[in-house]
């Protein structure tokens, strides 16, 4: 099967630009503060798959104010357990927190919690898996 090509579609936001990377079935990253040469790599807005097109409108509509959660397929790439964080982190509602700790005792094991921390900063799609 014919892999599809990665594109990039940079969003600005109040935060400063964004960035987006995916492909005409999934995304699988988005950079809240993004390098100068990976910013280049933006496709043009006329080439991007529908997918990728719906990411950059969600993300628009989501600093607006106009959404607070994203309706997008993704794909992770991580170990089976920080899939396992990141399914959970993916469960918490809107404007509402978890600790790792609390997030590690879902998971079975609350002495998990620094494990749980980890795989947060690893996350490669923070907004939408919290």
């Known amino acids: 099967m014919q892999e599809d090509k990665h594109c990039t579609v940079v969003v600005p936001t ?22 100068a040469a990976q910013l280049a790599e933006a496709n043009d807005e006329a080439i991007l798959p529908p ?15 106009k959404l607070t959660s994203f309706d997008l397929p993704y794909r992770l790439t991580g170990t089976p357990f920080q899939k396992q964080a990141w399914k959970e982190m993916a469960a918490i509602g809107f404007g509402r927190v978890r600790s790792y700790g609390e997030i590690a005792k879902i998971l079975g094991n609350p002495g998990l919690a620094r494990a749980v921390g980890g795989a947060a900063n690893r996350n490669p799609l923070p907004l939408v898996v919290p």
């Open 51 to 65: 997918l990728m097109q719906e990411a950059r409108r969600q993300l628009e509509a989501y600093f607006a104010g």
């Open 14 to 35: 109040m935060l400063g630009r964004i960035m987006c990377v995916g492909d005409s079935r999934a995304i699988y990253s988005i950079s809240l503060r993004p390098r």
